[in-house]
């Protein structure tokens, strides 16, 4: 597990803040060998900022928790959801 509090918000922060804090993050897993299967990008506003940058820098497969939207919305009711999340969502 891997938490980054130094950031937070990052809804405050730009997509080239975020990118590059990302990058950091994966080299820092990389680099303690903690052999994970996955990444997971538990943010909404990270995952629409930087998902696609952060996948191409490792072989680890990275995934975001916005594709989960997705289904929300198709398996809804009433074509409703609530998302909370940052301007940058």
Same mark, same amino acid.
């Given at each position: 597990?891997?938490?980054?509090?130094?950031?937070?918000?990052?809804?405050?922060?730009?997509?080239?803040?975020?990118?590059?804090?990302?990058?950091?993050?994966?080299?820092?897993?990389?680099?303690?060998?903690?052999? =994970?299967?996955? #990444?997971?990008? !538990?943010?909404?506003?990270?995952? %629409?900022?930087?998902? $696609?940058?952060?996948?191409?820098?490792? @072989?680890?497969?990275?995934?975001?928790? =916005?594709?989960? #939207?997705?289904? !929300?919305?198709?398996?809804?009711? %009433?074509?409703?959801? $609530?998302?909370?999340?940052?301007?940058? @969502?």
């Amino acid at each position: 597990y891997v938490m980054d509090n130094a950031l937070l918000p990052y809804g405050l922060q730009s997509e080239q803040t975020i990118r590059s804090r990302l990058a950091s993050l994966v080299k820092y897993i990389e680099a303690q060998e903690l052999n =994970v299967d996955i #990444i997971v990008i !538990a943010c909404n506003t990270a995952s %629409t900022s930087a998902l $696609a940058a952060t996948r191409h820098l490792t @072989t680890i497969p990275v995934v975001g928790v =916005v594709p989960a #939207i997705k289904p !929300a919305v198709r398996f809804s009711c %009433t074509n409703h959801i $609530a998302l909370l999340a940052t301007p940058a @969502t």
